[in-house]
């Protein structure tokens, strides 16, 4: 049963790129949400999508975007990048949205901005 | 505004005993907790959940208990053993009914033998 997965594990860029984060969900669900954590600290939610739209949305500028695909994978985009954004970005799926279902996360993208 | 909060950064407990976490929140419209565990390298690990109908749920060696009219929660883990040394994260979601995860600043566990 395969758990969530995240591509790549690590990626370095730098001030002003953009970048694009890739998630598979767990087997059988179909809600992906997306959340970034800064070192020490806990994740922060940007956002959430089901049924290829966005649901819910965190405290997260306009250079945060994503999609969701037919096939339930997500991709998450950052524009403009700035130092930041240098963090630790998490996938979690979970089948509906449902509030009472728990969400499982994958190992996430350690993203470095120079 | 830090909704969910871990008071105590970091935890000792000797093998065997018992281990307890805290959390507190301050917002009353979350109706859902849940306990993640986290390894370096590794994504947050879902542990054990609990619904506000409820004040307690077990799950093996883990308990969580509510308080809602302290909104507190709390972890217990009997016995500890030491692959339970880890960062643990509680979070709560369901204000107007969405499922987006509210998380605390999570508290380190290590386990001595």
């Known amino acids: 049963d395969a758990g969530v997965t995240q591509s790549p594990t690590h990626l370095i860029k730098t001030r002003g790129q953009q970048v694009t984060l890739r998630c598979s969900p767990k087997s059988g669900h179909d809600t992906v949400s997306w959340y970034q954590q800064a070192l020490g600290q806990g994740p922060q939610f940007i956002f959430q999508y089901y049924e290829e739209e966005e649901r819910q949305r965190g405290n997260f500028p306009d250079r945060f975007s994503g999609h969701q695909f037919p096939n339930y994978s997500s991709e998450l985009n950052v524009n403009a990048l700035l130092l930041g954004d240098s963090a630790l970005y998490l996938c979690?799926?979970?089948?509906?949205?449902?509030?009472?279902?728990?969400?499982?996360f994958g190992d996430g993208t350690r993203l470095s901005i120079l | 505004d830090q909704q969910v909060k871990q008071n105590s950064p970091s935890l000792s407990v000797q093998e065997g005993r018992i281990s307890i976490l805290n959390c507190d929140y301050t917002n009353s419209m979350f109706d859902y907790f849940l306990w993640y565990k986290k390894y370096p390298a590794e994504g947050p690990t879902f542990l054990i959940s609990?619904?506000?109908?409820?004040d307690k749920n077990e799950d093996g060696r883990f308990t969580v208990f509510l308080n809602k009219s302290a909104k507190h929660l709390s972890l217990h883990i009997v016995p500890s053993q030491p692959g339970d040394s880890a960062v643990y994260f509680c979070a709560a979601s369901g204000i107007q009914g969405a499922q987006k995860l509210v998380f605390g600043q999570g508290t380190r566990l290590t386990i001595n033998p």
């Open positions: 609990i619904s506000s109908i409820k």
């Open positions: 979690a799926s979970s089948l509906g949205t449902s509030n009472w279902q728990p969400q499982h």
